[in-house]
């Protein structure tokens, strides 16, 4: 399971970034003529310098420990809400390695340099903009297609799923609305009324 930014506040808080598009262009020199530039890929890639920070020394040792285990010292990816458009988006870091920094105050920053990866999340249309989580089921019963975890599951499955959830469910109109619900093995294996899906993700 991919790794998820370690704190509550998604940018904990963000204090300052800036961004750039990768260069992506290869040229080469035919035998006539001028040079040729190609893109390497169709895919956007982001490249941002981030400072945030972070509420405590107790954090910095969270994020130090999230770094180290979780993330390889940085070679794995993470989820994190882009900067601009609070939706989810996989980075990894540039290299191995960020800053701190720290103020008398008492303050702890970390600037980092991170590249956001391609490729869609099969989850993020069900997570609402802002949340940094991943659904922990999704029926979509207008695709047809189901999720416990990050398993694809039956429809006839969804009878497993027990407890208290955020329920995020989108209607046919595409009007999302937010409720907390129990379940006990009876989340609809067929589609409510004007239901297109609905997610869940634990209390």
């Known amino acids: 399971m991919i790794a998820v930014w370690p704190f509550s506040d998604p940018l904990s808080p963000l204090v300052q970034s800036t961004a750039a598009p990768v260069d992506q262009l290869v040229s080469f020199q035919p035998d006539i003529g001028p040079a040729i530039s190609r893109p390497r890929t169709t895919a956007r890639l982001e490249l941002w310098s981030l400072q945030v920070r972070l509420h405590s020394f107790e954090q910095l040792k969270d994020?130090?420990?999230?770094?180290?285990?979780?993330?390889?010292?940085?070679?794995?990816?993470?989820?994190?809400?882009?900067?601009?458009?609070?939706?989810?988006?996989?980075?990894r870091f540039e290299t191995g390695t960020y800053d701190e920094s720290f103020t008398r105050a008492g303050r702890v920053f970390i600037s980092m340099r991170l590249m956001m990866l391609p490729g869609a999340l099969w989850f993020a249309p069900y997570v609402p903009k802002g949340m940094l989580r991943i659904p922990d089921f999704v029926a979509d019963y207008a695709a047809d297609k189901y999720w416990i975890g990050q398993q694809a599951v039956a429809a006839s499955d969804l009878d497993q799923i027990s407890g208290t959830y955020l329920v995020v469910q989108q209607d046919t109109s595409g009007d999302q609305a937010t409720s907390t619900v129990t379940y006990d093995g009876d989340v609809p294996q067929a589609a409510p009324i004007g239901l297109d899906w609905i997610a869940g993700f634990a209390t």
């Open 63 to 91: 994020f130090e420990a999230w770094f180290d285990n979780q993330l390889a010292f940085g070679a794995l990816p993470f989820l994190w809400l882009h900067p601009t458009e609070k939706t989810l988006k996989r980075f």
